[in-house]
């Protein structure tokens, strides 16, 4: 190519490059609803600190609302605390990827230490500390939280934001907590990671060993994956799985090791994906079946016998009769196992019931608001996400919406209603396929879901229906928008990259988190509490720690 032809090509293409540069820029501040914070640049320099107080905003919690709250709350004489015992933005979507190495967990935390530094720039004060809440005293707006119980921090507030989420549920069933893994947090996800890796050398081994009639039983039980929960979670857990198996198991184990593993999903309801249209839950079940997933729907685990067997009877629904629940029984039957894996639902946090019960809230299930959020009985507490009884799906869509709503009527200083806007559901397929549900306009003079040919699903059939690889390019492109930095989407998408040219990550993970501990002046006691942004004494929403000695004695510190 002549230098006159270079010359001349590259106003074009470095135009091109501009203009899909603002094109992706627009289309994620677009899609994350983050035009305000460039609309509100001049106003927030052109804002002096007033006389007046600083007003004391404690936030619980750092996943989807906590985080998007703290991003719009910012502001002068705002001092801000973000209390959790997770230092980072989990993104929960991709758990089911870093499980089976399709990305690194790495890839699915979102250090929250840049977000803090951000808030801070904008604030008078805004500082994270390592620890969980364990007590609200709405009578005296005072948050306790402990840290491994070794130190105990009380915190005033004047504005409190509850957005802890929800934990797993159970639902009683005897040795799901004993025995069983789940996929809630980056600990659930390394440790799944391991056992699917320690189970496939182990069965490696004993084939290797020659003799496979004496450990074929073995050999197929460590070979067995049992999901619980046909949610989006277990079915794209479900989905993941059975990539791995054909496409790295095959290549690094063996076809004998691939053949015998056995992936089965297992579902109380009448079928899966309960949140998707009866027709796409159709697909996906079809599709996953057909990469031979072994999908049982009407089926519940009632126990989980121990980390070698499982016991599986028919479901009942809850008005079930004595005799229809003693015929269920009757047909149970137990099962080897290798992996269980519980995605069967999540349930409240103790914080949050012990709070709803001091109100005098019957159904504890999460803390009752009104249309502004606000908690129901207690003065400047608010509560969204899994942690509100709101009426709203626990979905991360929902908690990013309240989040920002919350954190624009902190920074406003204004309370309004909130109104959710459903975008749609998305769920991975693997293998390039995919199934979504969007809310689609129909005000245009030509329907662009009609040209595509996406069919109208929903109870009022104003959704439509997006399958295959376009439903799954959907799933990856906004969840890849969703990141809240640029180094977490180019890791992302290098790790994406990686899995398709060269496999997935088989080496077993390491993840061991650790406290830190320093000496306190003047005494001998040791100190445990991991924070930062704003140091601790200059942040007066912490108004006092109080430290264990190593007499099992308590001493307290005043901060000032």
Same mark, same amino acid.
């Given at each position: 190519?002549?230098?006159?032809?270079?010359?001349?090509?590259?106003?074009?293409?470095?135009?091109?490059?501009?203009?899909?540069?603002?094109?992706?820029?627009?289309?994620?501040?677009?899609?994350?609803?983050?035009?305000? /914070?460039?609309?509100?640049?001049?106003?927030?320099?052109?804002?002096?600190?007033?006389?007046?107080?600083?007003?004391?905003?404690?936030?619980? +919690?750092?996943?989807?609302?906590?985080?998007?709250?703290?991003?719009?709350?910012?502001?002068?004489?705002?001092?801000?605390?973000?209390?959790?015992?997770?230092?980072?933005?989990?993104?929960?979507?991709?758990?089911?990827?870093? @499980?089976?190495?399709?990305?690194?967990?790495?890839?699915?935390?979102?250090?929250?230490?840049?977000?803090? @530094?951000?808030?801070?720039?904008?604030?008078?004060?805004?500082?994270?500390?390592?620890?969980?809440?364990?007590?609200?005293?709405?009578?005296?707006?005072?948050?306790?939280?402990?840290?491994?119980?070794?130190?105990?921090?009380?915190?005033?507030?004047?504005?409190?934001?509850?957005?802890?989420?929800?934990?797993?549920?159970?639902?009683?069933?005897?040795?799901?907590?004993?025995?069983?893994?789940? !996929?809630?947090?980056?600990?659930?996800?390394?440790?799944?990671?391991?056992?699917? !890796?320690? &189970?496939?050398?182990?069965?490696?081994?004993?084939?290797?060993?020659?003799?496979?009639?004496?450990?074929?039983?073995?050999? &197929?039980?460590? !070979?067995?994956?049992?999901?619980?929960?046909?949610?989006?979670?277990?079915?794209?857990?479900?989905?993941?799985?059975?990539?791995?198996?054909?496409?790295?198991?095959?290549?690094?184990? +063996?076809?004998?090791?691939?053949?015998?593993?056995?992936?089965?999903?297992?579902?109380?309801?009448?079928?899966?994906?309960?949140?998707?249209?009866?027709?796409?839950? /159709?697909?996906?079940?079809?599709?996953?079946?057909?990469?031979?997933?072994?999908?049982?729907?009407?089926?519940?685990?009632?126990?989980?016998?121990?980390?070698?067997?499982?016991?599986?009877?028919?479901?009942?629904?809850?008005?079930?009769?004595?005799?229809?629940?003693?015929?269920?029984?009757?047909?149970?039957?137990?099962?080897?196992?290798?992996?269980?894996?519980?995605?069967?639902?999540?349930?409240?946090?103790?914080?949050?019931?012990?709070?709803?019960?001091?109100?005098?809230?019957?159904?504890?299930? +999460?803390?009752?608001?009104?249309?502004?959020?606000?908690?129901?009985?207690?003065?400047?507490?608010?509560?969204?996400?899994?942690?509100?009884? =709101?009426?709203?799906?626990?979905?991360?869509?929902?908690?990013?919406?309240?989040?920002?709503?919350?954190?624009?009527?902190?920074?406003?200083?204004?309370?309004?209603?909130?109104?959710?806007?459903?975008?749609?559901?998305?769920?991975?397929?693997?293998?390039?396929?995919?199934?979504?549900?969007?809310?689609?306009?129909?005000?245009?003079?030509?329907?662009?879901?009609?040209?595509?040919?996406?069919?109208?699903?929903?109870?009022?059939? =104003?959704? %439509?229906?997006?399958?295959?690889?376009?439903?799954?390019?959907?799933? %990856?492109?906004?969840?890849?928008?969703?990141?809240?930095?640029?180094?977490?989407?180019?890791?992302?998408?290098?790790?994406?990259?990686?899995?398709?040219?060269?496999?997935?990550?088989?080496?077993?993970?390491? !993840?061991?988190?650790?406290?830190?501990?320093?000496?306190?002046?003047?005494?001998?006691?040791?100190?445990?509490?991991?924070?930062?942004?704003?140091?601790?004494?200059?942040?007066?929403?912490?108004?006092?720690?109080?430290?264990?000695?190593?007499?099992?004695?308590?001493?307290?510190?005043?901060?000032?």
């Amino acid at each position: 190519m002549s230098s006159h032809t270079t010359r001349r090509l590259f106003p074009r293409i470095a135009g091109a490059a501009v203009v899909c540069g603002v094109g992706s820029f627009s289309a994620i501040t677009t899609i994350n609803d983050d035009w305000d /914070d460039y609309t509100n640049f001049f106003s927030q320099h052109q804002q002096q600190k007033s006389e007046k107080p600083n007003e004391r905003i404690v936030i619980l +919690g750092s996943g989807w609302g906590g985080l998007s709250a703290l991003r719009k709350c910012y502001g002068p004489n705002k001092d801000i605390v973000i209390i959790s015992p997770r230092p980072h933005f989990l993104y929960t979507p991709l758990l089911a990827g870093s @499980a089976v190495g399709t990305i690194a967990l790495q890839s699915a935390c979102e250090p929250i230490r840049a977000l803090v @530094a951000q808030a801070a720039s904008k604030s008078s004060s805004v500082t994270y500390v390592r620890a969980d809440a364990r007590h609200i005293d709405v009578e005296n707006k005072r948050v306790y939280a402990t840290e491994d119980g070794v130190m105990d921090l009380e915190l005033s507030y004047d504005k409190l934001l509850v957005a802890v989420g929800a934990q797993t549920n159970t639902f009683g069933v005897p040795g799901v907590q004993e025995y069983g893994l789940f !996929l809630k947090e980056a600990e659930d996800s390394a440790k799944l990671h391991a056992k699917l !890796l320690s &189970n496939l050398e182990r069965a490696s081994a004993l084939i290797g060993i020659g003799d496979h009639e004496k450990y074929s039983d073995e050999i &197929n039980r460590l !070979l067995k994956i049992v999901v619980v929960g046909a949610g989006p979670t277990g079915v794209e857990l479900a989905a993941e799985l059975a990539d791995f198996k054909e496409y790295d198991v095959k290549r690094l184990y +063996g076809e004998e090791i691939a053949s015998r593993l056995q992936i089965t999903l297992v579902e109380a309801l009448p079928r899966i994906l309960g949140p998707f249209d009866k027709d796409l839950a /159709d697909v996906a079940k079809k599709h996953l079946m057909d990469r031979g997933v072994d999908v049982r729907t009407g089926v519940a685990v009632t126990r989980v016998d121990s980390p070698k067997a499982a016991t599986f009877a028919p479901s009942t629904p809850r008005d079930a009769t004595p005799e229809e629940k003693a015929d269920a029984l009757a047909q149970a039957k137990t099962e080897p196992i290798g992996t269980l894996v519980w995605a069967g639902g999540i349930g409240p946090r103790p914080l949050v019931q012990k709070l709803a019960r001091s109100l005098g809230q019957s159904d504890t299930r +999460g803390l009752k608001v009104d249309e502004c959020q606000r908690v129901v009985g207690a003065d400047g507490v608010y509560a969204i996400g899994d942690a509100a009884l =709101d009426g709203y799906a626990p979905t991360a869509q929902v908690a990013t919406q309240q989040g920002k709503h919350i954190g624009r009527a902190f920074r406003d200083g204004v309370d309004r209603p909130f109104v959710y806007k459903h975008a749609g559901s998305l769920c991975s397929l693997g293998h390039g396929n995919g199934i979504a549900q969007l809310v689609a306009p129909n005000n245009a003079a030509i329907n662009i879901w009609d040209v595509i040919g996406a069919p109208a699903v929903g109870p009022n059939n =104003d959704q %439509r229906a997006v399958t295959g690889l376009p439903a799954f390019a959907m799933w %990856r492109s906004l969840y890849w928008s969703k990141l809240l930095s640029n180094s977490s989407r180019l890791s992302l998408s290098m790790d994406w990259l990686k899995a398709q040219l060269t496999g997935r990550e088989v080496a077993g993970p390491v !993840l061991q988190r650790k406290g830190t501990y320093f000496p306190s002046k003047g005494s001998n006691t040791v100190r445990a509490v991991e924070c930062f942004g704003t140091p601790l004494r200059r942040n007066p929403t912490i108004a006092r720690v109080s430290e264990i000695v190593e007499e099992k004695k308590s001493k307290r510190f005043g901060f000032f």
